[in-house]
T-cell receptor
């Protein structure tokens, strides 16, 4: 089946630094990828929709200047948390549909645990 | 915005028992999905429902898409220890342009005692 990977799996950083998280589709091309964040014991909240070759679409309340998304190729989207603060500590998960337009068939990555000290 | 109410929040059951959980929505979805998430992992799709009234099974799992398109339930029969995890319902809705997005319920934490 379709596989989505994320790197790193966990990262610890100091407050004020920036962190980049990669999401890769390993055996398919993804024109669209989705970024979610999940707080402990909470649901997944969609942050943004990443479209290859164009600007990401951010959900209401998500700061686009703080969470920079770049979808430069059909197999890679990156999320950069800029000037991270402790409240940005969370579990970040990406997903991608293996067939263009079939957004119901999203495969999720294993997630990235971000801890900001 | 769209909200999904999922219940129960948590369940503690004995191995072999059946489990039922459900989701309701304030608005209509054209697709309902059920996911399972293990600790420290991303969600894995269990069942997808595409038509109102549809009843679909996947092994010991059975899910139904409500007639009103505003609700869905998931049943797990004869639970086993590896069923432990968090189960999420999700509705797929149109978000503009050519994009659709998933709205997730708050999850049901299932604990199975051997």
């Amino acid at each position: 089946g379709a596989v989505v990977s994320q790197h790193p799996s966990r990262v610890i950083c100091k407050s004020g630094t920036s962190v980049k998280i990669e999401c890769r589709s390993l055996d398919f091309q993804a024109t669209t990828m989705f970024w979610y964040r999940q707080f402990p014991k909470k649901s997944l909240m969609l942050m943004a929709t990443s479209n290859e070759g164009s600007k990401a679409t951010y959900e209401q309340g998500v700061e686009k200047d703080k969470f920079l998304i770049n979808h430069a190729s059909l197999t890679l989207s990156t999320l950069t948390v800029t000037s991270a603060h402790p409240e940005d500590s969370s579990f970040y998960i990406c997903s991608a549909p293996p067939r263009q337009g079939f957004h119901n068939e999203q495969f999720f990555g294993p997630g990235t645990r971000l801890t900001v000290l | 915005g769209q909200q999904l109410n999922q219940s129960p929040q948590s369940m503690f059951i004995q191995e072999g028992e059946d489990v039922s959980m459900n989701c309701t929505s304030s608005s209509i979805f054209n697709t309902w999905l059920w996911y399972k998430q293990d600790p420290g992992e991303g969600p894995v799709l269990l069942i997808a429902l595409y038509k109102a009234g549809e009843l679909t099974s996947n092994g010991r799992l059975t899910a139904q898409f409500g007639i009103t398109r505003k609700d869905s339930f998931l049943n797990i029969s004869a639970s086993i220890p590896s069923d432990v995890g968090i189960y999420f319902c999700a509705g797929l809705g149109y978000s503009g342009g050519s994009n659709y997005k998933l709205t997730f319920g708050k999850g049901t934490l299932l604990t199975v005692n051997p």
